[in-house]
T-cell receptor, first 114, second 115 residues
């Protein structure tokens, strides 16, 4: 079955530590996205990538980094510079740059501070 | 800049009754509108979209939504609610531009269907 796989499901970060969230898709989608979800605030865009080896900052990119070395993979690193990383992180993909295409979501990674 | 408002944090309905979850939007240009549903500790699932054409859009699980251009609204509806419809619902909007497929989400509405 085609879909988006996020791992791990739960992740704990220590003070000063960088952690990396994995996102893999086998939908052959060109575009991929990372969102942060906090209670009562909906989804906010962290980074997006429309094509391999290219990515753009979203609304809340500070303290995060990404890479897009392969079409199917878009890992997100939460750096120690992100002072409030506790949140639910969602990865999504879409067929391309067309705005009328729905985004497909993984089941998320819940990040907490130890 | 585009924005989406979901004015109700929570909607309560009895099983078997009709339900409506409200959404209004603000964009420059013609909107593409989407509804997603989220169950606890899961990602968002696509329900339906409006691109163009008929203002009444039918989607998954018996849901439908009505696009109203003059009121800039895209309310989600279902004729008869099920307890299993209880979840968090998000409205989202995008516009056709060179920036790509960029969605703006509303804050979400929690739907509670009671037996």
């Amino acid at each position: 079955d085609g879909g988006i796989t996020q791992s791990p499901k739960y992740l704990f970060r220590k003070e000063g530590q960088n952690v990396t969230l994995s996102c893999e898709q086998n939908l052959n989608h060109d575009a991929m996205y990372w969102y942060r979800q906090d209670p009562g605030q909906g989804l906010r865009l962290i980074y997006y990538s429309q094509i391999v080896n290219d990515f753009q900052k979203g609304d809340i990119a500070e303290g995060y980094s990404v890479s897009r070395e392969k079409k199917e993979s878009f890992p997100l690193t939460v750096t120690s510079a992100q002072k409030n990383p506790t949140a639910f992180y969602l990865c999504a993909s879409s067929l391309g740059q067309l705005s009328n295409q729905p985004q497909h979501f993984g089941d998320g990674t819940r990040l907490s501070i130890l | 800049a585009q924005s989406v408002a979901q004015p109700e944090d929570q909607v309560n309905v009895a099983e078997g009754n009709p339900l409506t979850v409200k959404c209004t939007y603000s964009v420059s240009g013609n909107p593409y509108l989407f509804w997603y549903v989220q169950y606890p500790n899961r990602g968002l699932q696509f329900l339906l979209k409006y691109i163009t054409g008929d203002n009444l859009v039918k989607g998954s699980y018996g849901f439908e939504a009505e696009f109203n251009k003059s009121q800039t609204s895209f309310h989600l509806k279902k004729p008869s609610a099920l307890v299993s419809d209880s979840a968090l619902y998000f409205c989202a909007v995008s516009v056709h531009n060179n920036a790509g497929n960029m969605l703006t989400f509303g804050g979400g509405t929690r739907l509670m269907v009671k037996p």
